[in-house]
C-alpha cells in the first residue's frame, strides 16, 4: 500500500510539469504572432511636426549706412572753423537727449567732420556715432546760447537711437540735458528731404538745416525710410519758454 500511494503522488507531479510547459509554448507562440502587429517605430518618424517660419529683414551694413547717413556739405562761407569749435570742455555742451513720446533717453557725445576729395573741391562730412548716442555736432551752439544745436543719430542700426524721430508731432517735447541742467524744446518743424542722387545744389540746400543761426533752436538729423537712407529727416525745435 505504501509503494502504491507513492506512486499516485508522483503522477500528478508529472502531469503539472507538463502542462507547465505547454503553457510557456503557447505564450512563446502568442508573443511572437501578436510581435508584428505593433506599430513600426518608423511611424512617429513620419509624424507631421511644426515647422517655424522666421522672416529676417536684412539691415545695411555699418559701412554702408554710415556714408549715407552722414551729412555731407561744402564748407559754406564763415561757418565756424574746426580749430575755433566749441569743445567738451564747455559745461553748457549737450550731454543726454531725451524724448518721451517715442521712448529715447540716449547720451550725446561730440562729433565732427571729416574731409572727403570729390574732384575739384573738397565737402565735408558729418561722423555719426556707432553706438545708441546721439553725436553732437562740435561747430554747432551750445545749450542755452543763440545759435543751432545740432545733434544727429542713426535710424536703422548702432541701436536706432533715432529709429523713431519719424513719429514725432509738431508740438512734441525734447529735453537735452548739459552738466547741469535740463533745456525744454517744443518741436516745431518736421522735414523730409531727398538727398541720395540729388544735384550739389539741393545737398546743400538740405545742410542749410545744420548751419548756424541767429535764433536759438535744436535742430535733430537723420535718415529716411528704415529700409533706405535715400532722404534726410530733420525735425527742429525752439526752446519750450519761447515766445
Request: aromatic share 6%; glycine share 4%.
Amino acid at each position: 500500500m505504501a509503494n502504491q500511494d507513492s506512486t499516485e503522488k508522483i503522477v500528478p507531479l508529472g502531469v503539472v510539469f507538463i502542462t507547465v510547459g505547454l503553457i510557456v509554448v503557447v505564450v512563446a507562440a502568442a508573443i511572437l504572432f501578436i510581435r508584428p502587429t505593433l506599430p513600426a517605430p518608423s511611424a512617429a518618424v513620419r509624424t507631421p511636426r511644426a515647422v517655424v517660419t522666421v522672416v529676417v529683414t536684412p539691415v545695411p551694413s555699418a559701412t554702408a549706412v554710415t556714408a549715407d547717413t552722414s551729412t555731407e556739405i561744402t564748407l559754406p562761407a564763415g561757418f565756424i572753423s574746426l580749430a575755433d569749435a566749441p569743445r567738451s570742455s564747455l559745461a553748457n555742451r549737450p550731454r543726454r537727449i531725451v524724448i518721451p513720446s517715442i521712448a529715447v533717453d540716449a547720451p550725446v557725445v561730440e562729433v565732427g567732420m571729416t574731409p572727403i576729395d570729390s574732384g575739384s573741391e573738397t565737402l565735408y562730412q558729418w561722423l555719426v556715432p556707432a553706438d545708441y548716442e546721439a553725436g553732437w555736432h562740435n561747430t554747432s551752439a551750445p545749450l542755452g546760447e543763440p545759435g543751432n544745436t545740432v545733434l544727429n543719430g542713426h535710424h536703422n542700426i548702432f541701436g536706432e537711437v533715432f529709429g523713431r524721430l519719424v513719429d514725432l508731432e509738431v508740438g512734441s517735447e525734447i529735453v537735452v540735458y548739459d552738466a547741469e541742467s535740463p533745456h525744454n524744446y517744443t518741436v516745431a518743424e518736421i522735414e523730409i528731404l531727398p538727398e541720395r542722387d540729388q544735384p550739389l545744389a539741393v545737398r546743400q540746400e538740405n545742410a542749410a538745416w545744420i548751419q548756424p543761426t541767429d535764433d536759438e533752436r535744436l535742430t535733430l538729423v537723420t535718415c529716411w525710410p528704415h529700409t533706405d537712407n535715400s532722404h534726410r529727416l530733420i525735425v527742429v525745435a525752439y526752446p519750450t519758454n519761447s515766445n
